[in-house]
């Protein structure tokens, strides 16, 4: 009478009697994330690239299943790192990088069994129209308030670094794409941070952090980087397949679902979202995570509990329930 059951359990992944199932890792599932999570719409007319507002981040995390946010961050003389998009667009459920952290990291506390939360930070400043010298002074300031803010907002013991993920590896890139990811069940209730950023600002870390060595934030790289793990492409239809074939090879890859300028929720067209989940991106980013009056158009996770299992990479027995079921 126990024989069925006991089979069942050895099968839960796809392996048989004799064969130990393959562990759930952080690459093997899918999530929804928000572009400018904190964004609230300006009052008055507006142009229609700012003409959304996402509820605060806790609720979005509880009600929408979100589980990547997207948090700007401005230096500013008094002391803190100030969020909001731009000078003309300001408002924001959360102002400061400690208010937003502080209330994922409440509710993270409340649900301790949730996947990883993928926080992207994106430095903003307003120097690059200087000299070339004084934005760097001022970017290496603002670079390091980040990593300060997120040591002293975020536990160490509830975050994933690149060194988590290095291991005895000698790089990044040759952790992810050999050994794999930390294993889901021991990454649950904590949260990986990304540098939003490109070119210069990703320079300037990367030489604080040579190889990313004792820092709290991963970057997007170029694939012949030894940092390389995550990568952003918001062009699931264009780069569908350079992307499918990143995430085959272990690397994790935010997208696109929808752009509020581009029209996409405006006309209901849903072909570039589900793109996104089809070619297995690991995290897709909407101005819609939930249906707002008016619009059609908004994302879920296909078979998501609110996490589904990635289409592409996860193994075979691996169900929502299993991923996230808080």
Same mark, same amino acid.
């Given at each position: 009478?126990?024989?069925?059951?006991?089979?069942?359990?050895?099968?839960?992944?796809?392996?048989?009697?004799?064969?130990?199932?393959?562990?759930?890792?952080?690459?093997?599932?899918?999530?929804?994330?928000?572009?400018?999570?904190?964004?609230?719409?300006?009052?008055?007319?507006?142009?229609?690239?700012?003409?959304?507002?996402?509820?605060?981040?806790?609720?979005?995390?509880?009600?929408?299943?979100?589980?990547?946010?997207?948090?700007?961050?401005?230096?500013?003389?008094?002391?803190?790192?100030?969020?909001?998009?731009?000078?003309?667009?300001?408002?924001?459920?959360?102002?400061?990088?400690?208010?937003?952290?502080?209330?994922?990291?409440?509710?993270?506390?409340?649900?301790?069994?949730?996947?990883?939360?993928?926080?992207?930070?994106?430095?903003?400043?307003?120097?690059?129209?200087?000299?070339?010298?004084?934005?760097?002074?001022?970017?290496?300031?603002?670079?390091?308030?980040?990593?300060?803010?997120?040591?002293?907002?975020?536990?160490?013991?509830?975050?994933?670094?690149?060194?988590?993920?290095?291991?005895?590896?000698?790089?990044?890139?040759?952790?992810?794409?050999?050994?794999?990811?930390?294993?889901?069940?021991?990454?649950?209730?904590?949260?990986?941070?990304?540098?939003?950023?490109?070119?210069?600002?990703?320079?300037?870390?990367? *030489?604080?952090?040579?190889?990313?060595?004792?820092?709290?934030?991963?970057?997007?790289?170029? *694939?012949?980087?030894?940092?390389?793990?995550?990568?952003?492409?918001?062009?699931?239809?264009?780069?569908?397949?350079?992307?499918?074939?990143?995430?085959?090879?272990?690397?994790?890859?935010?997208?696109?679902?929808?752009?509020?300028?581009?029209?996409?929720?405006?006309?209901?067209?849903?072909?570039?979202?589900?793109?996104?989940?089809?070619?297995?991106?690991?995290?897709?980013?909407?101005?819609?995570?939930?249906?707002?009056?008016?619009?059609?158009?908004?994302?879920?996770?296909?078979?998501?509990?609110?996490?589904?299992?990635?289409?592409?990479?996860?193994?075979?027995?691996?169900?929502?329930?299993?991923? *996230?079921?808080?």
């Amino acid at each position: 009478m126990l024989a069925a059951p006991l089979a069942g359990c050895m099968d839960i992944f796809g392996a048989g009697a004799d064969e130990e199932p393959e562990p759930l890792r952080i690459n093997h599932i899918q999530v929804k994330g928000t572009h400018n999570s904190y964004h609230i719409k300006p009052f008055g007319p507006t142009i229609r690239a700012y003409d959304y507002t996402h509820e605060p981040l806790d609720v979005q995390a509880e009600q929408q299943g979100v589980r990547q946010f997207e948090i700007d961050v401005w230096w500013d003389p008094r002391g803190q790192l100030f969020v909001y998009h731009n000078q003309y667009d300001i408002r924001s459920t959360c102002s400061t990088f400690e208010d937003c952290l502080g209330v994922l990291l409440t509710w993270s506390n409340a649900n301790e069994q949730h996947v990883p939360l993928f926080i992207w930070v994106e430095p903003k400043e307003w120097l690059r129209s200087s000299t070339d010298n004084d934005a760097m002074v001022e970017l290496q300031d603002l670079l390091g308030t980040i990593e300060e803010e997120i040591a002293a907002y975020w536990p160490r013991d509830k975050t994933i670094t690149p060194d988590d993920v290095r291991g005895d590896a000698t790089t990044l890139r040759e952790a992810v794409t050999t050994t794999g990811w930390p294993l889901l069940d021991d990454s649950r209730g904590k949260a990986m941070f990304v540098l939003l950023a490109e070119g210069d600002v990703r320079d300037a870390y990367l *030489e604080a952090h040579p190889g990313l060595n004792g820092s709290l934030m991963f970057t997007m790289n170029e *694939e012949a980087s030894d940092t390389a793990a995550i990568y952003s492409d918001t062009d699931p239809i264009g780069m569908g397949s350079e992307i499918t074939r990143l995430v085959q090879e272990g690397y994790i890859v935010r997208s696109r679902a929808d752009d509020a300028e581009d029209g996409e929720a405006d006309n209901n067209e849903t072909a570039r979202r589900d793109a996104a989940f089809a070619i297995g991106a690991h995290s897709i980013s909407t101005d819609y995570p939930a249906k707002v009056e008016g619009i059609d158009y908004w994302v879920e996770v296909p078979n998501g509990n609110p996490v589904a299992c990635n289409p592409i990479i996860a193994p075979s027995g691996c169900t929502a329930e299993i991923a *996230e079921s808080l």
